[in-house]
């Protein structure tokens, strides 16, 4: 990574902000919950306080600090949204990269079985995968001596899930350009030179891939988190008492009545979340910016 690269990057002033916010977010996801007085599972003498002196988020039914589980939650949507976005990135580039430089009939019939998984959505399969594994899963975690896992079956199987279904669009991605890269006049030099398909794909076609691998990864980690948040939302994510930005929006839903309404336990954590997001996807289109010629131009 060059110096030049390093100083567009700065220069490019959504980039900036979002890489601040990220930054922010993710010390305060880290360190909030540990420098903080109250337990983000534990009992609290104050239930429905306002936000105030003592409570900056308020405090929920149970007398629970909301700005503590918000940052709770933060570390585990972020660690949903990374890991399904590095799976995507390790399954996605492979297969495509694969694909692509095989060709042929490899080519069609690995892009078929893309074109087969496609066809079936996202989220039903998910929900389909963690309704009939669910049970499954947790006598299994109990048969291998770890029953303290068994409530969180359901999270194991977002992961899974997650993983499963977010590599397809990175895999065309790449499929895509490593057709038009294999057939430039540096591919065809390494061949005549006698290397290997494997080193060639490795040394000479991937890493002109990174630029456009980054790009989408900002992309995909958003819409990771934001599929974990709808699927703890309706209770098939997370579980008490770990807490994800999608079950505090859920709870905080459950609060709003003509007659009373407790605003702080949806907007604090929704708020949150949805600075999160804006500052991937507006890093995501800086950062296209940057590594497109053609814009700098």
Known sequence: MDRAFLRRCLANRRISVSLAILALVSVAAILGPWLSPYSHDGLGPLRFAPPGAAHWGGTDLLGRDVLTRALMGARISLMVGLSGALVSLAIGVTYGAVSGYAGGKTDALMMRLVDVLY???????VIVLISVLDLRVRAAL???GHPEWAPQAKF??????LGAVQWLSMARIVRGQVLSLKERQFVLAARALGQSHAAILFRHILPNLVGIVIVYLTLTIPVVILEESLLSFLGLGVQPPMASWGTLIAQGAQTINPIKSYWWLLVVPASAMAMTLMSLNFLGDGLRDVLDPRARR
Not at 119 to 125: E, H, T
């Open 156 to 161: 194991i199987l977002l992961f899974i899930g």
């Open 142 to 144: 109990v048969g291998l």
């Open 119 to 125: 066809s079936i959505p996202r989220l039903v399969f």
